[in-house]
């Protein structure tokens, strides 16, 4: 019974719909099993800029030292990848903020609307898809690589409110997709079905013995057919059996109940948002993720970190400020550190049904709406790639002469076999995708 046949069959049966994302796991119905191996992407944001002179590596190649920011990336040095001079150069409405974030990703400008920004053009939201989403469609159009959710989208105090700030994955043009924030409704969404499995397998169970007394009252074609589902309801029965017993899904422990959505749990949810992004390529449920720490303009306090100022506040201070800037080092250095955690679980995970370390078939892609937050230059975005799962060639510090990012962005979807001649505007396409040997 083929996948399109089986899934018509179960709904006529009457199963819920939390169901059927249950059984599209099971080895005949999972579309996911495929013989090559597996490629991943992660795009992690944080806000309000960098400090450049404790960011960028030096000198360039692969003989680079790391400044005080990437310190904390020190044992991945070798999968390592700093692009200078990738920048956005996509204009129209919309203040540099706006721009910088819902642009960043879908590397076309903002509709016109009414979101009113700092003192420029109001505007809307994004007019083309995310890179991201992108991947993500070309990877679920081909069985080999579909995946249960295609992607998922991690939020860490990513405000309530949706406007160009907070939003920079979208599925198509004025179709921004909202991050999950809460580790627990991230667990449910990837693991409530899971709670289906006895009561679906009662359910086969009882229609199997309807299926045999409905048999004895039917002519002899149509009896040819419900031995057909009969024999899909035992392999689906067994299935399920052995999906219980070798963990094919393996449900990790659910979150630590009573953490507070609040600014001082921010390095708690990290933990437990990385937690269960790992989880979840583990399970192989999607193999593109976004991972958003708060939004551009963002107002953390990370007091964890020694500083006690908004994030946003600090990042305007003058550089002559070097009380500000400290602070600005402090904070930068913090999301480096939950790069490195997140790089270091990926390298102790070994890869599923493969070989090497899930890191080996990872990248994760680390960027900034700004290159600087008091200027609100969106020159010398902070690019930096770590990882293997896409085949560049990693422990180099790169400089490229003020290129558009929409051309870095065309290199990510090459590198899945997505060989698409341009994304976002075209005319920041035009000499293809760089080079990252």
Not at 154 to 162: E, I, L, S, T
Request: hydrophobic letters at 40%.
């Amino acid at each position: 019974m083929s996948l399109h046949h089986r899934r018509d069959f179960l709904r006529r049966l009457g199963l819920s719909a939390a169901a059927l994302p249950l059984l599209a796991g099971l080895p005949s119905l999972n579309a996911a099993q495929g013989a090559s191996p597996r490629r991943r992407i992660i795009f992690v944001f944080s806000p309000n800029g960098t400090i450049p002179s404790e960011f960028w590596p030096e000198p360039l190649g692969d003989k680079f030292r790391l400044k005080r920011i990437l310190a904390p990336l020190a044992p991945f040095r070798d999968r390592l990848l700093t692009l200078r001079g990738v920048n956005n150069r996509v204009r129209g409405d919309g203040d540099g903020h706006m721009r910088g974030m819902s642009c960043l990703l879908t590397g076309i400008e903002l509709f016109p609307g009414n979101i009113q920004g700092g003192g420029e053009t109001p505007a809307g939201w994004a007019s083309g898809p995310s890179i991201d989403q992108e991947i993500r469609r070309f990877l679920q159009s081909d069985p080999a690589t579909k995946t249960r959710h295609g992607s998922l989208e991690f939020g860490v105090a990513v405000p309530n409110r949706a406007d160009p700030w907070t939003r920079w994955s979208y599925a198509g043009p004025n179709q921004p997709m909202t991050p999950v924030t809460s580790p627990y409704a991230m667990f449910e969404k990837l693991y409530g079905q899971t709670k289906d499995r006895e009561s679906l397998a009662s359910v086969l169970d009882g229609l199997r013995s309807d299926l045999a007394r409905i048999s004895a009252r039917v002519d002899a074609k149509d009896r040819e057919a419900l031995d057909r589902h009969a024999t899909a309801l035992r392999e689906m029965e067994k299935e399920l059996q052995q999906q219980a017993a070798s963990g094919d899904v393996a449900v990790p422990p659910a979150p630590q109940a009573g953490v507070l959505l609040e600014n001082d749990n921010i390095p708690e949810i990290t933990r437990m948002q990385t937690e269960l992004l790992i989880s979840a390529f583990q399970n192989d449920l999607a193999r593109v993720a976004t991972f958003q720490f708060t939004h551009s303009v963002g107002q953390a306090r990370m007091r964890w970190a020694g500083v006690e100022e908004t994030h946003h506040a600090l990042s305007h201070d003058p550089d002559l400020n070097a009380g500000s800037q400290e602070k600005l080092i402090k904070i930068n250095v913090w999301f480096a550190e939950q790069l490195a955690h997140l790089a270091k679980r990926l390298q102790d995970t070994p890869e599923p049904g493969g070989r090497g370390s899930m890191l080996d078939h990872t990248t994760v892609v680390w960027t900034n709406e700004l290159g600087k937050g008091n200027s609100h230059t969106h020159e010398d975005i902070p690019w930096l790639l770590l990882g293997g799962g896409l085949g560049f060639r990693t422990g180099r510090a790169l400089a490229f002469d003020k290129q558009p990012h929409n051309r870095l962005l065309l290199s990510l979807a090459h590198a899945f076999g997505h060989r698409i001649p341009k994304f976002g505007n075209p005319s920041l396409c035009e000499s293809g995708p760089l080079d990252l040997g």
